[in-house]
C-alpha cells in the first residue's frame, strides 16, 4: 500500500491551495467538498475539483477528494460531479454503517465499469468521527475498498460532548479504536488534526503520540504542517538499523534452532520481531528502504 503518513485537506473551491499543494512532496491531496467549503460554495467547489483534477500534474501526490456525508443530501452531486476526473480514492467522512461504505463504493464500481478502469482502483478512504461510528467500527472497517479509516478528532469530541483538552485524554478510546479496527483489517490508520496549524510543537508531540499508538499517519491542514507529520511518521535511521540488527539476528537464532533469545540486554521473540518488520515495512513505503529483508534470508 502506498504511504499516507500526511493527507493534506484543502477548500475545494479554492483552486490557489490546491496548486500549492503540489509543490509540497505531500503524500495526499485531499480537496475537500465537505466542512472547508461554505454551503454556498459547493457547486463551485465540485467544479473546481473536477477541473484540476484533469488539467494539473499530482506527481507522486495521491489525488483525494472528499465528498459530504452519505445523506446529507449533496453526496450525490459531489462524487457524480468528480468521479468523471478520475480521483486516485474518494473520502467518506462521518461514515456510520457499511450501508453507506457500500453505496459510495457502489457508485464508484459503476464509474469504473462505465470508463473501462480496473474495478477497485479507486480506493476509498473512510471517516470515523461520531459515536455510532465507533459502535459500528467493526462492519465499517471490513469493506475490501477500503485503505484507510481517518480519525476525526474534533467532529468525534462534540459528538459525545467531550471537553477537548490539550492532552487529548478524553479522545483516547476512539483514537485507540480506530487504530484497532484499522490493523484488524488491514487497513492504514490517519489520525486526528492539529488544529492550531502554527504551533509546531504541539503538531510534533501529537504527530509522535499518533504513531506511538499505532497510527500509520495524520491530517493536515496547512503547508507548515507537512514536513513534520511525514518525519514523524517515517522511521528514522537509529531504529532502521536497530530493526535490521534485530531480524539479522532472528535468522541467526532460528538456524540455531533458538526462539528466543537475547540482544542487547532484552529477550527477543515474535512480537519483536513483527515489529521490526513493520519498521522496515514503513521505511519502505516512505522510500528509505529498498531492500526485501524477511527474517529467512
Ligand atoms: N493547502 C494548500 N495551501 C495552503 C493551505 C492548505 N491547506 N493552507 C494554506 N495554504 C497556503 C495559503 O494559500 C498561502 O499561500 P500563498 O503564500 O501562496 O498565498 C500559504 O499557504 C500560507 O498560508 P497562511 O496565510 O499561513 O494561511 P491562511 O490564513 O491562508 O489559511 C487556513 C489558514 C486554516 C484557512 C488554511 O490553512 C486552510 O484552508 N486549511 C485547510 C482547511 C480545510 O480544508 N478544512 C477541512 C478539513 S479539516
Ligand atoms: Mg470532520
Known sequence: M????????????DRHKIEKALTLDVDCICM????????????????????????????????LARINAVGSGLEMEDIGVVLPSRPDGIVVPKAESLEQIQWVSGK????????????NSIRMLVGVE??????????IASHPRLDGLIFGGEDYAASVGAVRTPEAMELLYARSAVVTAAAAFGLQAIDMVTI???????????????????YTGKQVIHPAQVGPVQEAFTPNDESIENARRLLEAFGAHQK??????????????????????????????????????????
Open 108 to 119: 464508484i464500481e459503476a464509474a469504473e465499469l462505465a470508463h473501462g478502469w480496473p474495478v
Open 130 to 139: 461520531t459515536a455510532k461510528a465507533i459502535l459500528n467500527l467493526k462492519e
Open 32 to 63: 475537500d467538498m465537505e466542512d472547508g467549503v461554505a454551503l454556498n460554495r459547493k457547486t463551485e467547489a465540485r467544479r473546481i475539483i473536477a477541473t484540476a483534477l484533469r488539467e494539473l500534474t499530482f506527481g507522486r501526490s495521491e489525488k
Open 196 to 214: 492550531n496549524f502554527q504551533d509546531l510543537e504541539t503538531l510534533r508531540r501529537e504527530a509522535a503520540f499518533g504513531a506511538q499508538l499505532g
Open 2 to 13: 502506498r504511504a499516507r503518513r500526511a493527507l493534506l485537506y484543502m477548500p475545494g473551491d
Open 256 to 297: 540455531d534452532g533458538k526462539g528466543a533469545f537475547a540482544l542487547d540486554g532484552k529477550m527477543i521473540d515474535m512480537p519483536l520481531v513483527k515489529a521490526a518488520q513493520g519498521v522496515l515495512e514503513r521505511a519502505r513505503a516512505a522510500g528509505k528502504w529498498q531492500t526485501d529483508f524477511s527474517p529467512q534470508n
